[in-house]
């Protein structure tokens, strides 16, 4: 019996700089080597929009845990390391959520944090973080560019643009959220 294709591609990038922090996701959703939808939102603001975040992996999945994680921030007053690092523990250790198959990237006014189900809560330096197929790539871009593009949004726009050019598993229609921060 022969295994169905498997839903792949997604490049989600974030860029903390200037004052604002910026999540940016590519819309393409592939199975296999046809691409299904080239508009997806896979970037989105979570709670009372004081946190913005991004998946990589099944949609299904992802939904699951940004609810989780809202729920998380309700219980924990909005501070989101502290909902990130009870999140990681119950998708680490629960049957059901260890079989989810998502990352994701997640910041708020303060922080950015890169969620993994093997129980990773991983704060980035510099600033900038990339997760999905095309993630290497746009985290490359992005680290080149920090130095000469001062604005954060730009910086994204311009890392995704190389990476929509490189990784075929990644496309230039971005979603795009940004919040002002204190770093």
């Keep these: 019996m022969s295994e169905l294709p498997k839903w792949h591609g997604t490049t989600i990038l974030s860029v903390r700089k ?3 922090v910026v999540v940016v996701g590519d819309g393409q959703v592939s199975m296999g080597n046809t691409v299904m939808k080239p508009n997806a939102r896979k970037v989105r603001k979570l709670g009372d929009g004081s946190v913005i975040g ?3 992996g099944a949609t299904a999945d992802a939904f699951t845990l940004f609810e989780r994680l809202e729920r998380k921030l309700e219980s924990h007053n909005g501070q989101l390391l502290r909902a990130a690092v009870e999140l990681a ?3 680490r250790t629960d049957k059901y959520l ?3 198959e998502a990352m994701m990237i997640v910041a708020d006014k ?4 890169i969620l993994t189900g093997n129980g990773d809560v991983l704060e980035p330096i510099g600033g900038v973080a990339s997760i999905g197929s095309g993630g290497n790539f746009a985290l490359s871009a992005a680290r080149a560019l920090v130095e000469y593009e001062p604005d954060a949004e730009t ?3 311009k890392a ?3 990476a929509a050019e490189l990784c075929v598993f990644t496309n230039d229609n971005l979603t795009i959220e ?3 921060s204190s770093n």
């Design 18 to 20: 200037g004052g604002k």
């Design 54 to 56: 991004g998946f990589a």
């Design 89 to 91: 523990k119950d998708w």
């Design 98 to 100: 260890r079989n989810l």
């Design 110 to 113: 303060e922080v950015t944090l």
């Design 155 to 157: 910086l994204a726009r």
């Design 160 to 162: 995704m643009k190389i």
């Design 178 to 180: 940004t919040l002002d």
